[in-house]
């Protein structure tokens, strides 16, 4: 028996997460996650691949929005963001490949990220009217995603985790994989022979494993890398396929349904296996 044991947004494309206990499935992943983005004076994305201090930023729940604060800097008062952004300011935004419209933040926010960063950041925003769809050779559905690197929903198994952390010799929190859905049961990387499963009544599609970055070695509570690349380095020594070291999977949905913590997943097919 497999069960949904834990569910996170993350507002702000990699900055910290936030447990809920429920969550609305939209057309583009669940409903608030990763809709803003913190980009460069040239309009680029920003990520903790290359600015690992982005840790450093963690997010709370607040009234209609969310709440940014420094770990470190407690002079800087946290900063409100809303839900949403407005479109009163636009800019197009480049994020891998992709050049996306969005709508930027208030100047508040810029200011107080730049300052949080001590570079130049502005705050933008992904509303319903854009269009970033997932990769097409995998998407036969047309799915939509929102500023995720690829794909709507990342899950992982908490036996997977365990696995890894007998493994390590110094065990490694969840946090260092970002997923969106987590659950319980069954024996580690079973999900690796899923091809669609339902959370609830909610239907989702298992597209292909997730190749793992530098992001996995940086502690998000002091924005420090790991010694000698961990976990990145021991999963490559069992979990590496054409070059990637795959740890969870890329999930797709319908775009519409609730999820909640303690909800039983049901696996509806395995992949096909040649013999």
Not at 24 to 46: C, I, S
Not at 81 to 103: C, N
Not at 232 to 245: C, P
């Amino acid at each position: 028996m497999f069960t949904l044991t834990q569910l996170f947004v993350y507002p702000v494309k990699s900055l910290g997460g936030v447990a809920v206990n429920e969550a609305e499935v939209t057309g583009r992943g669940l409903r608030h996650d990763r809709r803003w983005l913190l980009v460069d004076a040239n309009n680029r994305f920003l990520t903790q691949r290359q600015h690992p201090e982005l840790a450093l930023l963690a997010v709370a729940a607040a009234h209609n929005g969310w709440l940014l604060s420094h770990r470190q800097r407690p002079e800087l008062l946290p900063l409100y963001i809303p839900f949403e952004a407005t479109p009163e300011r636009t800019a197009f935004v480049t994020i891998w490949d992709d050049l996306v419209w969005a709508w930027r933040g208030e100047a508040v926010a810029d200011a107080w990220l730049s300052a949080a960063l001590g570079r130049d950041i502005r705050l933008v925003y992904m509303s319903d009217m854009v269009r970033r769809a997932v990769e097409p050779a995998l998407n036969p559905g047309g799915q939509l995603t929102s500023f995720a690197d690829e794909y709507p929903f990342l899950l992982l198994g908490e036996a997977a985790l365990a696995d890894l952390n007998q493994r390590l010799a110094t065990p490694v929190p969840l946090n260092r994989f970002r997923p969106n859905l987590v659950f319980s049961g069954g024996p580690a990387y079973d999900d690796d022979a899923w091809a669609e499963f339902q959370i609830g009544d909610v239907p989702f599609r298992a597209v292909r494993g997730c190749g793992r970055c530098v992001l996995t070695t940086i502690d998000q509570a002091t924005a420090v890398k790991t010694p000698h690349g961990e976990p990145l380095r021991t999963l490559a020594t069992y979990r590496s396929v054409d070059g990637s070291a795959l740890f969870g999977q890329n999930v797709t949905g319908p775009g519409h349904g609730r999820l909640r913590v303690g909800d039983a997943l049901t696996v509806l097919r395995y992949l096909a296996v040649s013999h």
